[in-house]
C-alpha cells in the first residue's frame, strides 16, 4: 500500500493543486511534496535492506486479458531512486517559488503529476506498467518546458518530444515481444522477463530496441543532441527535473530491464556501449569547456557525467554496478543545485553569460560557499559525494577494461577545467555593472540549497549509509545477469 | 435484429417529425432514440440468433461493433446544435439518413451472406453521398458530393463483380458455404476465387480509405460539413474494417496465404500515405483525413495479423479511435465555426480562450498518438500484441516509425493551441456540446486507465 501511496499521492495532489487559484498553488504542491518526503523517509526506515525480493509489494490484476498486472514494489535499488525523487521534488518546488510564472496552479500540478510518473517508474514490477510511467513522466515535462520555457521553447522541445516517444516505442515493441516468450498465459511481470531464456540472436536485436529507448533518456551519445537545448530552454524547475531525476529513468530502465533480461545480448554490445558512454564522457566535456553560457556548461557536463554513469553499467561488475547507484544519487543532487544556482544568477543579473559576470563572491558570501560545495560534489573532490561515485565507477570500468578505465578518467581532469574555470570567472574579479548589486541568498534559497550542501557531505563522507541500501539488490541483479 | 427494426421506424417517424413547426425538440428526440436502440443493442450481448435464412446473425461480434457505431453517432449528434438553434429546414432529413446509413452499418457487421454485405454497403453509403453534399451553397462539399457519389458507386461496383466472381468459383453466396466449399476447391476454379476477393478486397479498401484507393478521403472529409465528416470517419470506418475482417475470417480463413501479401502491403502502404500525407497539410480537417487513412492501417495490421487476439484488438481500437476522432472533429467544428478557417492557426491560443475545448483536443490528440493514460495507448498496444503474436516484428517498425511522425502533427495542433497567441476571441460552446465532449474525454481516459473493461469482449 505505501507504494501505491506514494505513487497516487502526488496525482491527487496535482488535482488539489489545480483548483487553488494564484500564488497559493506553491505552497499546496509544497506541502503535498513534504508529505510524500515523509512517506519515503517511512520506506526507508521499515526497509529490511538484506531481503533482496521487493518489498512493499502491492499485485493487482490490470487488464488481466493481457497480462498486465499493476505490480509494483520496491527493492534497494528502486528505494533509492524513490529517495532521491521524493528528496529533490519540495526542493525544486521550492527554487520557483521566486519566479514569476504564469498560471501557477498548472504549473506546480504538472510537477506533482511528474512525480506519479517518476515514482511509477522507478517501482514498477511490470514491463508495461513501467512503460505506461515512462510515458506519464513524459507529457507534463513536455509541457513544463514548452509552455515556461524560454523562446525557443517550442521548436526544442518538441524535437525532445518526439526523440524520447520514439525511443520508447522501440522499448514498447521489444517489451510484446518478450511477453509473448513467456511461457503459459504470457505474463509482462519482471520476473517473466528474468526468467526467459532466449537464444542470443534474438537478444541481440532486443538490446538495441531497449538500449536505444534508455540511451535517449540519459542521453548517451549519440542519442543526446536534444538534451543541450532543451536544458537550456526549459526553465529552472524544468531543466532540475529533467537533469535531476528524468534522466535516471534511463539509468534505472538499463539496471531493470535491460541488463537481467538479455544477459547476452549484453555481452555481446557491452564493448559498443562502454564506448559510446566514453566517447560521451570526453565528448560532453570537450564541448563544456567552450560554452559560454552557464545552463549549457552544465548540461554539457551532465553528458559527460552521465557517460560515466552508462558505462558503469555495462561492467557488469558490483564496484561499477554499485558506482552507478551512489552516482545517480550525487549527480541528481549536484546538478540540481547548480542549476538552481545558476538561475538564481540569471534571477539577479538577468544573464548567464560567463563573460558577463564576476566578482559576485564579494556581494554573496553563502552563495559562494554553497556553490563551491556543489561544484566540488561535481568534480569528485574527496570528500564529497561525487568522489564516492567516480571512484567506484572509474574502478569498475577498469576491472572490465583498462585503457577504458583510463580514457574514462580523463573526466575527472577537464571537469576540474570547466567547473573551476567557470567559478573563477563568474565568483571572483572584479565586480561590474550587472554584479554590482548582487544580493545574498534569501531563506527560501537557502531552504533549497542548505539541504543539498548536507547531501553532497553525507554521501561523500558516509557512503554506506546508501550503498548498503542497494548493495543486496545489485548483488541479486548481477546473479541474475551471470546465470 | 432489434437494432435494426428499431432504426428504421425511427428514421421513418423521424421524418414525420421533420413536419414539425419547431426544430427545437428533434435533437432531444433523436437521442432518445439513439438511446434506446443502444440499449436494445446491448440487450442482445450473449445472444446467438440468425434470421432470414442465415443471411443476418446477431452475435457478440455484431453487437460489439453495432454498439460502437451506434454510441459514435449519439456522440456525434449533439455537436449539431447549431443546426437547431439555426432552423435549418432539413434537419429531420439529415438525422433520418444518419439513421438509415446506421442501419446498413450494423448489416455490414451483422452479414453472413455477401448479398447482404452488399445491401449493408449501399444502404450505408448512399446517405452518406447525400449527407456530403448537404451544404449545398458550398461548392467544396458540391464537389465532395460528387466525388464521393462517383467513386463510391464505381468501387460498390467493383465489390459486386468480386462476388459474382466467387460465385462463380464457389456457387454460394453464404459465408460458411463457401469457407467449406474453398477449403476443397477445384484447382481450376482457384484463380476465379483468388480474383473475386481481390476484387472485394480492392472495394472494402476505398470504403474504409486505405491506401492505394484513398486519394477521396482528404477532399471528401474536407468539403463535407465537419458533423458528417466525424461520422463519415467513425462509423463508416469501424462498419467496413468490421465487415472485413468478417469477411476474410469466416470465408477465407482457408486461402490466408493467399490474400496475405496484398493485405500487409496496403497496411503499409496505408501507414506510409496516411502519416506522411498528415504531415504536410495545414487545414486540421485535412490532417484528420490522413490521420484517419493511418488509422485504417493501423486497425489493417490485426487483420494481417489474423489471430484470436485480432477481433478484440479490432474492437478496442475502433472505439478508441473514434471516441477521440469524435472529439477531435467536435472542437473542430466549433473553432472551424466561429474562426472561419479549419486551418491550424484557427486554432492558435486555444488554451487561453477556452482552456476546456483546448483540453479535450489535447487528450483526443494525445489518445490518436497513443500516448499512455489514454486508450489510444492501449488500442495501439494490442494491436502491436496481435501482430508480434504473429512474428511481423517488421510491420512493427514501421508502425513505430510511423507512429512517431504521427506525434508530429497531432502535436502541432497541441502548440498551436497553448503556445500561440490568440487568434480570436473566446469560441461560444453550447452547455450540451459540452457535456459531451467531458463525456468523450472520460471516456478515452477510462480506456486508458481501465481498458480490461473493453478488451476482452469477444
Known amino acids: ?483 | 435484429m432489434t437494432s435494426i427494426i428499431l432504426l428504421s421506424i425511427f428514421g421513418i417517424v423521424n421524418l414525420f417529425l421533420g413536419f414539425m413547426k419547431s426544430k427545437k425538440a428533434l435533437l432531444p428526440i433523436v437521442l432518445v432514440f439513439l438511446l434506446v436502440v443502444l440499449g436494445a443493442t446491448v440487450y442482445d450481448w450473449g445472444l446467438n440468433q440468425s434470421f432470414f435464412q442465415n443471411m443476418l446473425t446477431v452475435d457478440n461480434f455484431t453487437v460489439g461493433f453495432t454498439a460502437v457505431m451506434v454510441l459514435s453517432t449519439i456522440f456525434i449528434l449533439p455537436f449539431s446544435r447549431r443546426y437547431v438553434v439555426n432552423e435549418e429546414p432539413n434537419l429531420a432529413e439529415y438525422y433520418t439518413l444518419m439513421m438509415f446509413s446506421l442501419v446498413g452499418g450494423i448489416m455490414m457487421v451483422g452479414y453472413e451472406n455477401l448479398l447482404m454485405l452488399f445491401l449493408g454497403i449501399e444502404i450505408m453509403s448512399i446517405p452518406m453521398y447525400v449527407l456530403a453534399g448537404s451544404d449545398k451553397r458550398n461548392i467544396l462539399s458540391n464537389e465532395a458530393a460528387m466525388k464521393y457519389f462517383l467513386m463510391g458507386s464505381f468501387f460498390t461496383g467493383i465489390i459486386l463483380f468480386g462476388m459474382a466472381l466467387i460465385y462463380g468459383a464457389t456457387g454460394h453466396f453464404d459465408l460458411v458455404d463457401i469457407a467449406n466449399v474453398a477449403n476443397t476447391l477445384d484447382p481450376n476454379m482457384v484463380p476465379l476465387l483468388l480474383m473475386g476477393i481481390l476484387l472485394i478486397l480492392i472495394g472494402i479498401t476505398f470504403k474504409i480509405g486505405a491506401a492505394p484507393f484513398h486519394f477521396w478521403t482528404p477532399d471528401v472529409y474536407e468539403g463535407t460539413p465537419t458533423l458528417f465528416t466525424g461520422y463519415m470517419s467513425t462509423v463508416v470506418k469501424t462498419a467496413g474494417i468490421a465487415a472485413f475482417y468478417k469477411l476474410m475470417n469466416v470465408a477465407f480463413p482457408a486461402v490466408y496465404d493467399e490474400w496475405f501479401p496484398t493485405v500487409v502491403a496496403i497496411t503499409v502502404l496505408t501507414l506510409l500515405v496516411g502519416n506522411i500525407g498528415a504531415v504536410a497539410q495545414t487545414s486540421m480537417k485535412r490532417m484528420l483525413a490522413y490521420s484517419s487513412i493511418s488509422h485504417a492501417g493501423y486497425l489493417l495490421m490485426a487483420l494481417a495479423a489474423f489471430n484470436d487476439r485480432s477481433e478484440n484488438a479490432i474492437l478496442f481500437y475502433s472505439l478508441a479511435y473514434s471516441v477521440a476522432t469524435i472529439a477531435a472533429f467536435g472542437v473542430l467544428k466549433y473553432v472551424a465555426d466561429e474562426r472561419g478557417s479549419d486551418d491550424y492557426s484557427a486554432f492558435n491560443g486555444l488554451g487561453k480562450t477556452n482552456p476546456l475545448l483546448a483540453f479535450v483536443m489535447t487528450v483526443s490528440m494525445l489518445s490518436l498518438a497513443g500516448i499512455p493514460l489514454t486508450g489510444g495507448f492501449f488500442g495501439k498496444l494490442f494491436l502491436f500484441s496481435a501482430a508480434l503474436e504473429k512474428d511481423m516484428l517488421w510491420l512493427i517498425v514501421v508502425a513505430i516509425l510511423m507512429s512517431a511522425v504521427g506525434i508530429y502533427y497531432y502535436f502541432r495542433v497541441i502548440i498551436a493551441m497553448y503556445m500561440k497567441e490568440p487568434a480570436g476571441e473566446r469560441v461560444a460552446v453550447d452547455s450540451f456540446a459540452t457535456f459531451t465532449l467531458i463525456a468523450l474525454v472520460f471516456l478515452t481516459v477510462i480506456m486508458g486507465v481501465v481498458p480490461g473493461l473493453f478488451s476482452n469482449l469477444l
Not at chain 1, 488535482?15 to 515523509?38: D, I, N, P, S, T
Not at chain 1, 560515466?308 to 543545485?337: K, P, R
Open chain 1, 1 to 483: 500500500m505505501l507504494t501505491a501511496f506514494l505513487i497516487l499521492w502526488p496525482a491527487l495532489a496535482a488535482l488539489l493543486v489545480l483548483l487553488v487559484k494564484g500564488q497559493g498553488a506553491k505552497k499546496v504542491a509544497f506541502a503535498a511534496a513534504l508529505v510524500e518526503l515523509v512517506a519515503g523517509i517511512w520506506a526507508w526506515v521499515n526497509f529490511d535492506p538484506n531481503q533482496t525480493s521487493p518489498q512493499f509489494l502491492l499485485h493487482l490484476p490490470w487488464v488481466e486479458s493481457a497480462g498486465i498486472a499493476f505490480k509494483v514494489g520496491m527493492d534497494g535499488i528502486s528505494l533509492l531512486m524513490v529517495l532521491l525523487t521524493v528528496f529533490l521534488m519540495p526542493l525544486i518546488i521550492l527554487a520557483s517559488f521566486k519566479n514569476d510564472y504564469e498560471k501557477p496552479s498548472s504549473f506546480f500540478a504538472l510537477i506533482l503529476f511528474m512525480q506519479t510518473g517518476l515514482i511509477g517508474v522507478f517501482t514498477s514490477l511490470d514491463a508495461f506498467l513501467f512503460y505506461f510511467f515512462w510515458e506519464v513522466a513524459l507529457i507534463p515535462i513536455y509541457f513544463i518546458a514548452a509552455l515556461w520555457g524560454g523562446a525557443n521553447r517550442i521548436k526544442v522541445t518538441f524535437k525532445f518530444f518526439i526523440y524520447t516517444v520514439f525511443g520508447s516505442l522501440f522499448m514498447l515493441a521489444a517489451f510484446v515481444y518478450l511477453y509473448f516468450q513467456t511461457p503459459g498465459t504470457h505474463s509482462s511481470e519482471e520476473v517473466a522477463f528474468y526468467q526467459l531464456v532466449l537464444d542470443s540472436g534474438t537478444q541481440s536485436w532486443l538490446f538495441w530496441f531497449l538500449f536505444i529507448a534508455f540511451a535517449i533518456k540519459m542521453p548517451v551519445f549519440p542519442f543526446h543532441t536534444w538534451q543541450p537545448d532543451t536544458y537550456a530552454e526549459a526553465p529552472a524547475a524544468g531543466t532540475m527535473l529533467l537533469s535531476g531525476i528524468m534522466l535516471k529513468m534511463g539509468v534505472y530502465g538499463v539496471l531493470r530491464w535491460l541488463l537481467p533480461v538479455v544477459p547476452l545480448g549484453v555481452s555481446q554490445w557491452a564493448d559498443v556501449a562502454l564506448v559510446l558512454s566514453i566517447i560521451g564522457i570526453i565528448y560532453g566535456a570537450i564541448i563544456a569547456i567552450r560554452q559560454q553560457d552557464m545552463k549549457r556548461l552544465v548540461a554539457f557536463s551532465s553528458i559527460s557525467h552521465v557517460g560515466l554513469i552508462a558505462a558503469g553499467l555495462f561492467t557488469l561488475n558490483e564496484q561499477g554496478l554499485q558506482g552507478v547507484m551512489i552516482q545517480m544519487l550525487s549527480h541528481g543532487v549536484n546538478v540540481v543545485g547548480l542549476f538552481f544556482i545558476i538561475d538564481i544568477i540569471q534571477r539577479r543579473t538577468g544573464t548567464r553569460e560567463i563573460a558577463a559576470l564576476g566578482g559576485i563572491t564579494q556581494n554573496a558570501p553563502f552563495l559562494t560557499v554553497c556553490f563551491m560545495v556543489l561544484l566540488l560534489g561535481a568534480v569528485a573532490l574527496p570528500l564529497t559525494n561525487g568522489f564516492v561515485g567516480e571512484f567506484l565507477l572509474l574502478m569498475g570500468v577498469f576491472r572490465y577494461e583498462a585503457w577504458m578505465g583510463a580514457v574514462a578518467g580523463i573526466t575527472i581532469i577537464l571537469g576540474a577545467v570547466y567547473m573551476l574555470r567557470m567559478f573563477q570567472r563568474v565568483m571572483f574579479g572584479e565586480k561590474n555593472e550587472i554584479t554590482q548589486g548582487f544580493t545574498d541568498l534569501t531563506f527560501t534559497e537557502k531552504a533549497v540549497l542548505v539541504p543539498l550542501v548536507v547531501m553532497v557531505f553525507w554521501i561523500g563522507l558516509a557512503p554506506n549509509t546508501f550503498l548498503k541500501l542497494s548493495e543486496p539488490a545489485v548483488l541479486n541483479l548481477l546473479e541474475v545477469i551471470k546465470r
